[in-house]
């Protein structure tokens, strides 16, 4: 067979969305390479999907469907037919069903991003059945909510702008791990002499090539942008013509922003007055100088108890400076908002039995899954089908989550590459396909084009797209809407809603032969206002947040945890903890590529010399970070990227390639943020002792 290229995306959960091209050769797919007439992506890949082949064709990967012949947890399983899986799977759920539908829920996340191998078939398969819904919270939730109350949707600065950008505040982000395609533009930024700040309590990879660093507490980033606000508004550089015409409140902003002055905020974020002072003068005076100023905010500081708040009081910034003006300035959070898609004909809910159907969060499942049935709860969950997710290792209070997993009465189904930390608990293992081997349409959360995967490379072993996956066992349970029947190739075209002026150029047919489509949206989004809010303004004051039981002006939410907010935990837990991406992880995806998981070693807490000396921890010992819910094992790497008061441990590591079988969401809690129910993954008290070996 001849060598081909193939146009393709990247499915992982990441804002860059690479177009990839797939070099194949005698059906071998042989190499990944970015797309380099792709504008976001350059043709520049991250080392993770550099090497997607050795993920493809790893020796572990799962080839066919599997039953559990040893204990929960054993991870020992024995083949089984496709016809046995899907039998054995759907007489448990028509039993279930026969009493409540409602106890079987479906858990999955963003292993793939794609709009057909995410939730289209499966959606559909989980409403016509009655299973309880699934409240996907355990990211974004909660920026998303405080962006909406502001700004109205999902909606900022273009990516392709931000190499104009004068001043780029990089805020909650290590862009060069997580954002690579951003960073590039902020490196083109700083070469045309632009000035990059890092916000962020850790001195990450990003932080420490910034031109300025400043390493506030974790969850207090509401409180600096008050204070920001204070100053602008006090020493009156604001733009009073932009905040007349195109914003809503600013009396009452005015008011709430004067009860935060510098020194106040420099106390709770734990920074210097100056600090505060200098960041809003730089920010202010940029905008007036008519320089594009612009932020790049990322979901790393909304992981706290104040999270959604802390999106919505940076978020009013830009409108407070007026720096929605030029195109390059602004703030982006996600662009995921720009895209119309058409998520009712892809997930069918009119297909739901039971229109009243619970919702479950998420990040809740430990928890949840040890609740018995009750009049307030429902039924207890007696199945769990995973896909796209492995939360035995994502999900916080591991413990709980574990104590779940073991229950001899939960039926557990994983569609799986590999045999991850919750496949080892499960009955019924399912071999997926990978994105090389599958076809999948992809709108981005970091750029603005839609891109066609189309499959490279027929499926290993026995293994299949999660939609075929879905179609068969609708088909066993005999539901017979035309629906079930449709092929990937209808489903992504039915993706995108071409009825809207953003995609009516982006038709599926000429997608998958040219690989990526830009939206047709304009250069600067709210130069002339036009905020997708009710009123069409941004909303310094916002009504709906009365409505939603919450303060209607930017207000300072503590975290749960802090030596601040709550002094007695502290005293027995006086470390702040927050458990970041590793750069060469994708969340737990790749840990168990042996290349990039050599790369990274092995789990590791850095910790300041200072709390290391109080201690009495040396630079490379094991030790043990522990609080109220759990602990689990580290090599400590004593270092001042982490600030004086704060352990970071960079994950998200497998529980079973740790020496102690466990990973940082030991520590980490189920409580959830003030908007948007998500989880508090960065919103945690430890302590840390040396283990005597
Ligand atoms: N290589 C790699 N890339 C990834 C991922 C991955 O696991 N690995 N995960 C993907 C996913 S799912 C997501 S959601 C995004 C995540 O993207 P981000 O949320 O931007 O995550 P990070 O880039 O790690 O940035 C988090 C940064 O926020 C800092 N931080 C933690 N708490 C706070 C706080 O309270 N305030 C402030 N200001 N900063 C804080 C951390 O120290 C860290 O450096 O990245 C995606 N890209
Ligand atoms: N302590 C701590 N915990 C965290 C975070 C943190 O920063 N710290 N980050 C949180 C965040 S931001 C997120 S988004 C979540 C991420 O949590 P998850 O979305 O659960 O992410 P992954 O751990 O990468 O798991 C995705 C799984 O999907 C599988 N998969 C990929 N593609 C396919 C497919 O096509 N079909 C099927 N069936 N499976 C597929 C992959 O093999 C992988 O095992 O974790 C959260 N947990
Ligand atoms: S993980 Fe992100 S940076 Fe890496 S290839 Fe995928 S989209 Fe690009
Ligand atoms: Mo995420």
Redesign the pocket.
């Known amino acids: 067979m001849p060598t081909s290229t193939i146009r393709a995306a990247?499915p992982?959960d990441?804002?860059?969305?690479?177009a990839?091209l797939i070099t194949v050769k005698d059906g071998v797919a042989v190499e990944v390479k970015?797309d380099p007439d792709h504008p976001p992506?350059s043709g520049v890949?991250?080392t993770?999907?550099?090497r997607y082949t050795e993920r493809t064709y790893h020796k572990e990967r799962l080839l066919t469907p599997m039953k559990r012949i040893g204990k929960k947890g054993e991870g020992k399983f024995a083949p089984i037919s496709w016809a046995e899986a899907i039998d054995t799977i759907t007489t448990r759920l028509k039993k279930i069903a026969e009493h409540d539908p409602q106890a079987t829920l479906p858990y999955s996340y963003a292993g793939t991003m794609g709009q057909v191998q995410g939730e289209s078939m499966a959606a559909r398969f989980f409403h016509r059945l009655g299973a309880s819904l699934l409240d996907r919270t355990i990211c974004a939730s909660a920026g998303a909510a405080g962006y909406k109350y502001t700004i109205g949707a999902s909606v900022g600065t273009d990516l392709e702008q931000f190499q104009h950008a004068k001043l780029i505040l990089i805020w909650g982000s290590n862009s060069i791990a997580s954002n690579?395609?951003f960073w590039m533009r902020a490196q083109e930024a700083k070469r045309r002499g632009a000035k990059l700040i890092a916000i962020d309590p850790y001195r990450s990879l990003t932080a420490e090539k910034c031109d300025q660093h400043i390493a506030l507490l974790p969850g207090t980033d509401s409180a600096l942008a008050l204070g920001m606000m204070h100053v602008l508004i006090t020493e009156d550089v604001i733009d009073h013509d932009y905040i007349a015409r195109h914003t809503l409140g600013f009396e009452q902003l005015k008011q709430r922003a004067l009860e935060w002055p510098p020194e106040k905020v420099a106390t709770i974020c734990g920074i210097t007055i100056e600090e505060v002072v200098q960041l809003a003068r730089e920010y202010g005076n940029s905008a007036r100088r008519g320089d594009a100023t612009a932020i790049r905010l990322n979901y790393g500081m909304q992981r706290t108890h104040g999270g959604g708040m802390g999106v919505r009081n940076i978020a009013c910034l830009p409108a407070l400076v007026g720096a929605w003006r030029l195109a390059a300035g602004g703030v982006q959070l996600s662009s995921s908002g720009s895209f119309p898609k058409n998520t009712a004909a892809l997930q069918r809910p009119d297909l739901m039995l039971n229109k009243a159907t619970r919702t479950i969060n998420m990040s809740t499942i430990g928890d949840d899954l040890l609740r018995p049935s009750s009049q307030q709860f429902g039924p207890k969950i007696e199945a769990l089908i995973i896909y796209n997710a492995n939360p035995l290792a994502v999900a916080p209070e591991s413990g709980k989550v574990l104590e779940g997993f073991m229950r001899e009465d939960l039926f557990t189904v994983v569609l799986e590459h590999f045999q991850t930390d919750s496949a080892d608990y499960a009955d019924i293992i399912l071999p997926a396909t990978t994105q090389l081997e599958h076809i999948d349409v992809h709108t981005s959360y970091g750029h603005l084009y839609v891109v066609a995967n189309n499959a490279a490379i027929t499926p290993l072993g026995e293994a299949k797209p999660n939609t075929e996956i879905f179609r068969l066992l609708a088909k066993r349970m005999e539901f017979n809407d035309p629906c079930f029947s449709e092929s990937d190739d209808t489903l992504a075209a039915q993706a995108i809603n071409r009825q809207d002026a953003r995609a009516i150029h982006i038709d599926w047919d000429s997608l998958k032969h040219s690989g990526w489509k830009k939206l047709a949206v304009p250069d600067a989004p709210f130069a002339n206002g036009n905020f997708p809010t009710p009123s069409g303004k941004c909303e310094f004051y916002c009504e709906r947040m009365i409505a939603d039981a919450l303060d209607p002006l930017p207000t300072y939410i503590a975290p749960y945890e802090s030596v601040t907010s709550n002094p007695h935990l502290a005293e027995k837990y006086p470390l702040a903890m927050i458990s970041p991406p590793a750069r060469n992880f994708?969340n737990s995806s790749f840990v168990n590529v042996q290349s990039l998981r050599a790369t990274e070693g092995e789990p590791h807490l850095d910790m300041h010399p200072m709390d290391a000396a109080a201690r009495g921890i040396a630079d490379g010992c094991q030790v043990r970070i522990f609080n109220q819910r759990g602990s689990y094992v580290s090599k400590v790497r004593i270092t001042d990227r982490a600030r004086r008061g704060l352990v970071v441990g960079l994950s998200i590591w497998w529980k079973k390639l740790a020496s102690d079988g466990k990973n940082a969401n030991e520590v980490t809690s189920q409580r959830l943020t003030d908007m948007g129910n998500a989880a508090t993954f960065y919103d945690v008290l430890v302590q840390v002792e040396s283990v005597v070996p």
């Open positions: 990247c992982h990441c804002p860059d969305t690479c990839l970015g992506t890949l991250c993770k999907v550099a690579l395609h994708l």
